[in-house]
């Protein structure tokens, strides 16, 4: 009877034991069916090789409503703000986004500026993204879908549409700016050019000027010259020919005269 009681005890310990382990089985299985849902599960491999279970692609899918761009004109602390949408299943964890910039060009190829986490949406739930600038320039949200995306090993994202900030004063005053330096381009241009005429009708000038300075000249000296030859034509006194004959007659009548006396 020792015996048989004894073997009897042993059975129901191993009986015991087995069904514990049973039930933990069970409870592990339901534990999971239960977290993980009707989700998708797939392992991601680590750098070093080594797979680390745990990620799931949640089914979800996120969408920005607008795409385009969007002009803002204003010179104060502006808000920028874009919808996004979850067409997709619910999310099962949070994602985050990116607010790009450019000063001059496409914000995709600019600087990212800040980086902030999206909490999960529900299916068909949206939300807004915001985001406070002062600078002129493009903006563009960039969210990120979840790792494992439709299956995928590649990071998928989303863009949303461009913002343009541009604050009319300071364009205004820059317009004005471009148009003074032109203006004073094309007067100093226009100064030049009539340089260059002036100088040009200069050089002739001075030459018919020289030119007339010298024949002003030559015509006074030949004033002068006729002038002197007409004073020499008066200066010679007029001769008649009769008185001239009565003279030599009578210096004839002289001389013959004193040649009788001499006699």
Partial sequence: MKRVRKFKSKKKSIFILKLVGVLYVAIACLSLIT???TASYFSEKDQDGYVRAGVWWDGSELKFTEKGTDPITGCDMQTIQAEIKNIGKDMKQSTTYEIYFS?????KNG??????ELAPLKSGKQTTLKFDVDKNGSYQFRVLQHPEFKNDEKQHDEWSKKIMIKCKSTQDKQDKE???SNENQQEVEANNDSKENKTEEELPKDKTEDTDIEEQKSEEVSDENNQEETEEIETIPETNPEIDEKEEQSEAEKSGESEEDDQ
Avoid at 103 to 107: A, D, F, H, I, R
Avoid at 111 to 116: A, L, T, V
């Fill in 35 to 37: 977290t993980t849902g």
């Fill in 103 to 107: 000063k001059n060009g496409n914000p």
């Fill in 111 to 116: 600087e990212k500026i800040s980086e902030k």
């Fill in 178 to 180: 471009d148009e003074v």
